[in-house]
C-alpha cells in the first residue's frame, strides 16, 4: 500500500482558515485520496476524497498537486468542534475497500 | 436514519473469556467493515463482509478471531480465549452497495481484557 507522512500535530486558533498537509509520493494513478477525522472517544468521520481534482464539500476543501504526490485539506473557518485528529488515506480504486489509518494529525484549536 | 450502531460500547473479560462485539449497519447497507485501534495507533483493517459471506479477512489474526455477516441480525466479531494484547477499540463501518467511497464508523466497541 502506498504510505502517506502527516505531520504529528498542528494548532490553529478557532475562526481562522486551517490547512492539513500529506505527502504521498509513491501514491498510483488509481489511488484515491481519502480524509476522514476521528473526535475523541468517537468513530472516524469520513470528510471528503478527491482523485486528480480539487473538491469541495460542506465541511472541507481538497487541494490535490498537480504531480499528485501530496494534498493539502482546508478547514476554511476552524470551530473548536473541529478538534480532532485528521488521517489522509490511500485507497486503491481497483482493489481497495481497506481503509488503512497511520497515526494522523491532532488538530488542537484554541480560542 | 440511525447510524451505525455497536454494542457493548464497553467490555471487560478476563483472560481466557470470550468477547462478543455486535454491530447493525446503517439502513440500506450491505456492507460491513471491522477495524482495530490499538492504543495511540490508527485503526487497522480486520474484515469485510457482505450478508452471509467473508470478503477479505486479510487483516484478521488466523486464531481465536472470527466474524460473521448473517442475513438476518448484526454483524459479529467474536474473539476467543482473550488475551491481554486484544485490548482495544473496535470499530465497525458500513457502506452501501458498490461504494467504498465513504465508509460510516460506529462509536466502537472498547475492549478491556484483565
Known amino acids: 500500500d502506498a504510505k502517506t507522512t502527516q505531520p504529528n500535530s498542528m494548532e490553529s486558533n478557532e475562526e481562522e482558515p486551517v490547512h492539513l498537509p500529506c505527502n504521498h509520493s509513491?501514491?498510483?494513478?488509481?489511488?484515491?485520496i481519502h480524509w476522514y477525522r476521528q473526535l475523541p472517544s468517537q468513530g472516524p468521520e469520513y470528510v471528503i476524497h478527491?482523485?486528480?481534482s480539487n473538491v469541495n464539500n460542506r465541511m472541507a476543501s481538497l487541494a490535490i498537486a498537480e504531480d499528485r504526490k501530496s494534498s493539502t485539506l482546508i478547514l476554511h473557518r476552524a470551530t473548536l468542534r473541529d478538534a480532532a485528529v485528521y488521517y489522509c488515506?490511500?485507497?486503491?480504486?481497483?482493489?481497495?475497500?481497506?481503509?488503512?489509518f497511520g497515526k494522523g494529525t491532532s488538530l488542537l484549536v484554541t480560542p | 436514519n440511525a447510524g451505525v450502531m455497536q454494542n457493548p460500547r464497553h467490555l471487560v473479560r478476563r483472560r481466557g473469556q470470550e468477547a462478543r462485539l455486535r454491530c447493525s449497519p446503517m439502513k440500506g447497507h450491505s456492507h460491513v467493515y471491522w477495524y482495530r485501534q490499538l492504543p495511540e495507533e490508527g485503526l487497522k483493517f480486520m474484515v469485510y463482509l457482505q450478508k452471509e459471506n467473508i470478503i477479505d479477512e486479510s487483516g484478521m489474526p488466523k486464531e481465536r478471531f472470527s466474524a460473521e455477516f448473517p442475513k438476518e441480525g448484526p454483524s459479529i466479531l467474536r474473539i476467543q480465549q482473550v488475551v491481554r494484547g486484544d485490548s482495544a477499540a473496535y470499530f465497525c463501518?458500513?457502506?452501501?452497495?458498490?461504494?467504498?467511497?465513504?465508509?460510516?464508523f460506529g462509536p466502537g466497541t472498547r475492549l478491556t481484557v484483565l
Open positions: 509513491t501514491i498510483s494513478g488509481t489511488d484515491y
Open positions: 488515506i490511500l485507497r486503491d480504486s481497483n482493489s481497495g475497500y481497506a481503509l488503512n
Open positions: 463501518a458500513s457502506s452501501p452497495p458498490s461504494s467504498y467511497n465513504e465508509q460510516f
Open positions: 478527491g482523485l486528480t
